[in-house]
């Protein structure tokens, strides 16, 4: 039986795959509407976007110019901060389009936080932080490897 806790978590979950899902497919519209009608981004490069058409516009311009290498990523941590609120860690890495490896200059640390609104989770902040790991090179190798694998497992056929 999955309580309701388990049940919060699990949906927490399904909107951040569905995030990482719609960059991968490049679909603008489908990302931006996972936010709320004020949510906000912070990108890789710091670049920010405040409301649902900012996010839409902004991806938009990015998917229109080109490619971008595409997510994988491992959940580190969903946890309510109340019922409904949670915030959601990871760890990312960026595979370029029609190749097979992590970019390990890219990789970051995502975090996002929920808000329940409508009887659904919603995406309130999606911040994309490199990991960068400054003067911990092992720290940086590892978590590319962790993220290799995770590549792996998830692209068998390729």
Same mark, same amino acid.
């Given at each position: 039986?999955?309580?309701?806790?388990? #049940?919060?978590?699990?949906?927490?979950?399904?909107?951040?795959?569905?995030?990482?899902?719609?960059?991968?497919?490049?679909? !603008?519209?489908?990302?931006?509407?996972?936010?709320?009608?004020?949510?906000?981004?912070?990108?890789?490069?710091?670049?920010?976007?405040? !409301?649902?058409?900012?996010?839409?516009?902004?991806?938009?311009?990015?998917?229109?110019?080109?490619?971008?290498?595409?997510?994988?990523?491992?959940?580190? $941590?969903?946890?309510?901060?109340? /019922? !409904?609120?949670?915030?959601?860690?990871?760890?990312?890495?960026?595979? /370029?389009?029609?190749?097979? $490896?992590?970019?390990?200059?890219?990789?970051?640390?995502? !975090?996002?936080?929920?808000?329940?609104? $409508?009887?659904?989770?919603?995406?309130?902040?999606?911040?994309?932080? /490199?990991?960068?790991?400054?003067?911990?090179?092992?720290?940086?190798?590892?978590?590319?490897?962790?993220?290799? #694998?995770?590549?792996?497992? $998830?692209?068998?056929?390729?």
């Amino acid at each position: 039986m999955v309580t309701v806790l388990q #049940e919060e978590v699990l949906a927490i979950q399904k909107v951040y795959d569905q995030l990482i899902n719609s960059w991968n497919e490049m679909n !603008s519209e489908a990302y931006a509407e996972l936010f709320t009608t004020d949510g906000s981004i912070v990108g890789f490069d710091g670049s920010q976007a405040n !409301s649902r058409r900012e996010i839409y516009d902004h991806l938009s311009g990015i998917f229109a110019d080109h490619a971008p290498a595409r997510f994988v990523t491992i959940i580190r $941590e969903i946890r309510l901060l109340s /019922p !409904s609120v949670g915030l959601l860690r990871a760890v990312a890495g960026m595979v /370029p389009r029609n190749e097979k $490896e992590i970019n390990p200059k890219i990789n970051a640390i995502q !975090s996002l936080i929920a808000v329940k609104k $409508e009887q659904r989770f919603m995406i309130a902040l999606f911040q994309n932080t /490199p990991a960068a790991f400054h003067g911990r090179a092992e720290d940086a190798k590892n978590l590319t490897q962790e993220l290799q #694998e995770q590549f792996q497992k $998830e692209n068998k056929d390729l």
